[in-house]
């Protein structure tokens, strides 16, 4: 009893489950830690407008020789120390500004897409995986079933109630459920190394722990209502957003080039014909403060298509985001079909499995009696693997789609309801 719960404890502890899983894949994704470096990117370059709305300050030395016809040369030593400050500039800065950050926002969401896919692909694997295990399981046990008939087949055939070709027809059955039980473990190995690849970490395949399949009667969510959380929480549509947001910005921007501004400067200034007097500070001293007024009048039209240029990326822009939308509510309609296309097999396979369970039963127990011939017993055999991997197909197709929706809402399904 000691031993039986002491494996029952260490079981319990080195279970691995689907929370586990997609949080070492967040961890271990170079894609994700790609897009927080854009992240940090995107920040700086906001801190770096900011610098337009600070003063600043300039130190500035010359020495100039100069020849005269003569031939007397001097040399003019200047230096001087210069502080401006934008006052106006037809706010162009603070446009400027407001783009970066709306390009800010877009690289968030983007981010966000990115480990929204990698946990979409987390789930799938490991899905998958639990899929693949069952698949081998029934193969397996399509395996035990044969062999016990064969052994069965084989005393008739030595007691000369039944033909060899009785025989062998199970032989060939088994034969066919072992390549089947081997493409199962190799089918179930390539998804287990690509679950491992995406973790970086090893993983047992029977410490994975299995998913409850959800009251299907809860599975049925209002189309329009999916249609909103996905219009207002999916990363890829709330990017393109942003960056259309940065675009009108930067219109924006272009169109305060029309607008005049106003610079203010003060400079104070040091200035010899010998380099010993700078370090007389009194001696040649001027000090001087500005007000500098501009207005672009005529530059060749080069802010008027620069202007026209925007406006058509706004345009672009505002058509990818339309045909976005579409493909999301296209995406999102199959899902929905996927989703009860799941349900109806879910019902139909459950259904099914008892149906086979029980001819398999009656059939086996009337070729003992030998009263059925082994052409029966195997078409029952085959029908009940048949009925058992439609019943577990079903079941993670349900996981899967349900899967597959959040990610396309970007949104928990519980919240729908």
Known sequence: MRSILLFFIADILLAFNLDEAIALALQNSQKIREQELRTQIAQNNIRAQYGKFAPKLEFRYSSTQNNRVNANTYILNLSDIHASYNLFHGFKDFYTLKSYQALKQAQDHMQEAVTQDIILLTKKLYIQILEARNNLAIATESVRLLRSQQKQAQEFYSQGLKSKSDLLSVEVMLANAKVNQSNNKNALQHVLLSLQKLLNTQIDINTLEGLTTRNLSQLNFERDKLEQAMLKSRSEYLYMQSVLDSLRYEKRSYQSAYLPSVDASISRLWYSNDVSTLNRLGTNLQSQARINFTWNIFNGLNDKYLLESKELDILITQARLLDLKYE??????????????????????????????????????RYKQNIETSREVLNSEIALSQARLHFNQSQHRINLALANLERIIQSSLNEIQ
């Open 328 to 365: 999301l509510n296209l995406a999102l309609d199959i899902a929905i079909s996927d989703l009860q296309t799941a349900k109806e097999q879910y019902n139909t396979s459950q259904k099914a499995v008892l149906l086979a369970e029980e001819s398999y039963k009656i059939v086996q127990n």
